[in-house]
T-cell receptor, first 114, second 112 residues
């Protein structure tokens, strides 16, 4: 089956630093990848949609300069949280899909900013 | 726009009880419907799906039927286990669109 990995699975960083999260499709080519944010006991909030080789499309209210998304290849997308602050602490989940509508989700990355 | 409404949780059951988690949707056209499950500290796993009216998705004892007339996709299981404790998300995607629209999730707690 289609497998999506994320790295790291958890990360702790200091306020003001930047952190990069990787999302990889392991056995298929992901033409589109999605980044979600999930607050405790809440649903997933779509942050942005990225297509390989083009700029990401951000959802309303998501700061483009703070959450940098790069979809450099058909198997890799990265989310960089720049100048992180405690309010950025959250569970970040990526998903990926090929040509069909079905998305495959990564296991998530828990970010804690101290 | 498209939306998904789920019953609020938590749903608390004893082992071997019958489970129903209600899900209704609003969408234009003919969406595909999904149930995802999220275990503590993990990402989402696709539990089952249905792509057209009257389709029944099933997996691991769970099932849900795509009811266009009532715009519903209720999740059921005849006998729950402690290991079923998780958060369940109902979702839809409209043909031609990329975005999954999620419900708010329903937490299921199963006690021995």
């Amino acid at each position: 089956g289609a497998v999506v990995s994320q790295h790291p699975s958890w990360v702790i960083c200091k306020s003001g630093t930047s952190v990069k999260i990787e999302c990889r499709s392991l056995d298929f080519q992901a033409t589109t990848m999605f980044w979600y944010r999930q607050f405790p006991k809440q649903s997933l909030m779509l942050m942005a949609t990225s297509n390989e080789g083009s700029k990401a499309t951000y959802e309303q209210g998501v700061e483009k300069d703070k959450f940098l998304i790069n979809h450099a290849s058909l198997t890799l997308s990265t989310l960089t949280v720049t100048s992180a602050h405690p309010e950025d602490s959250s569970f970040y989940i990526c998903s990926a899909k090929e040509d069909s509508y079905e998305q495959y989700f990564g296991p998530g990355t828990r970010l804690t900013v101290t | 726009g498209d939306s998904v409404t789920q019953m609020e949780g938590p749903v608390t059951l004893s082992e071997e009880a019958f489970l129903t988690i209600n899900c209704t949707y609003t969408a234009t056209g003919y969406p595909s419907l999904f149930w995802y499950v999220q275990y503590p500290g993990e990402g989402l796993q696709l539990l089952l799906k249905a792509t057209k009216a009257d389709d029944k998705g099933s997996n691991k004892g769970f099932e849900a039927t795509y009811r266009k007339e009532t715009t519903s996709f209720h999740l059921e299981k005849g006998s729950v286990q402690v290991s079923d404790s998780a958060v369940y998300f109902c979702a839809l995607v409209n043909t031609g669109f990329q975005k999954l629209v999620f419900g708010t999730g329903t937490r299921l707690l199963v006690s021995p």
